[in-house]
């Protein structure tokens, strides 16, 4: 009896560990044999139907080029700050858009907060391969430029570089004005040039509020690093 008993104990332990071997191995075969996720990714934008070339100007590409911010392309007012401008560029080791022969397509935001650091963003396509530069001076954006404090490279993924020209799209960038009326004593210069197919477009606001423009240039700072630094108060 005592035989038996231990003959019935053992053949239900060995059902046991055979039914949790297999629930097992079930589970691992319906968590690794499905097929991989599929991510959703940035939506591509059709570049037939883009606001480009809207207000851009035609310069030719050349490494003779040596004027920043070609004088077709601005306003009075920005003819006026022009050497403002160029000024922090060349403290950067920056040159003209229209000189970088290695880059089909290019753009750079050129952030002067009046009491900050001066900031610049390049982001550039060169065949299906995309980058993004940050530089960055210990001056002050609207005083003296100072010297390099800041600089670092990375390539952006396509789906990076898609979503930069899905804001550039909602903006409507190729189409804004070079400037607007906003004037205020103290804020910051947001500066966006763009350079492609041979034609070159600036804008340059003062302090943007909520808005598409604001947010294509947020786009770039995020993608920098820079604004995981930056206190709130000081983005303006």
């Not at 606001?51 to 911010?69: D, H, M, N, W, Y």
């Not at 040039?193 to 041979?198: F, I, T």
Request: charged share 20%.
């Amino acid at each position: 009896m005592v035989k038996s008993m231990s003959r019935v104990f053992l053949k239900l332990a060995v059902a046991l560990v055979t039914f949790t071997i297999g629930v097992s191995i079930t589970a691992i075969y319906r968590v690794y044999g499905l097929p991989d996720a599929i991510l959703p990714e940035v939506v591509k934008f059709d570049q037939r139907f883009s606001c480009f070339p809207g207000l851009s100007v035609r310069v030719l590409k050349s490494t003779a080029q040596i004027e920043f911010f070609p004088a077709p392309a601005l306003s009075a007012r920005m003819r006026f700050e022009k050497g403002w401008y160029s000024r922090h560029l060349v403290a950067m080791n920056e040159l003209p858009l229209p000189a970088l022969a290695n880059e089909d397509e290019s753009y750079r935001f050129l952030w002067l907060r009046s009491f900050h650091r001066p900031v610049a963003i390049h982001v550039w396509r060169a065949g299906d391969r995309h980058f993004l530069v940050l530089k960055r001076l210990n001056g002050r954006g609207g005083y003296a430029p100072g010297t390099s404090d800041l600089y670092w490279a990375r390539s952006l993924s396509e789906n990076d570089w898609d979503a930069f020209m899905l804001h550039l799209e909602h903006s409507a960038y190729w189409l804004m004005p070079a400037e607007d009326d906003r004037m205020l004593e103290d804020g910051a210069q947001w500066i966006l040039e763009g350079y492609r197919d041979g034609r070159y477009h600036v804008v340059d606001r003062q302090s943007p509020g909520s808005g598409a423009y604001r947010d294509a240039c947020m786009y770039l700072l995020r993608q920098s690093g820079l604004l995981a630094e930056i206190p709130a108060n000081e983005v303006y």
